[in-house]
């Protein structure tokens, strides 16, 4: 019979299967070989700010950024917070959500933090996060099920 701790410790390893892992500053993925059984470590290139980009280049790469997500659910609700949010954000505000949908290498952990199923890590957590979280939470019961279209943008540069 095993220990509490030896079940917790068994139930965290299999998760951390599954999970991004930080190696020293590159986050990696891991797969099962099928043929052999072994975990495969995929490297990630880790996230970097961008400090002298321009703030209105900056501000359309996290709109496509916001739209072109690893799953569905992420791409309606960033899209839909970055339409509302992302031309009033300030500098910080920008790098602070640059760094949330850029750095972790796994869109469920973004969608489960959003959402607030799993608390939001303290490098994340911030006034963005806070942002997303309300926005998220629907208290207006807008009816969102696609990404907006981008016809606003042009009413936005004329």
């Known amino acids: 019979m095993l220990s509490s701790t030896s079940l917790n410790l068994i139930c965290w390893l299999c998760q951390a299967a599954w999970r991004p892992a930080v190696t020293g500053l590159v986050l990696s993925r891991g ?7 072994d ?4 490297p990630l290139p880790p996230w970097e700010e961008k400090p002298d980009e ?6 359309r790469r996290l709109l496509y950024e916001s739209r072109k997500r690893g799953m569905l659910e992420n791409c309606i609700i960033l899209s839909l917070f970055a339409k509302r949010y992302l031309n009033t954000m300030t500098e910080d ?9 850029n750095e972790p290498s796994n869109d469920w952990d973004i969608y ?3 959402t607030e199923a799993q608390p ?9 996060m806070d942002m997303l979280k309300e926005f998220t939470k629907n208290r207006n019961h807008e009816q969102r099920l696609d990404a907006p279209s981008l016809e606003y943008l042009e009413k936005e540069g004329q």
């Open 39 to 42: 975990l495969i470590e995929i």
């Open 54 to 59: 321009p703030i209105n280049i900056k501000r």
């Open 93 to 101: 505000q920008l790098q602070q959500y640059d760094r949330l949908i």
């Open 31 to 37: 797969y099962h070989d099928d043929t052999r059984g």
């Open 112 to 114: 489960y933090w959003a």
């Open 120 to 128: 939001t890590p303290d490098v994340y957590q911030g006034e963005v």
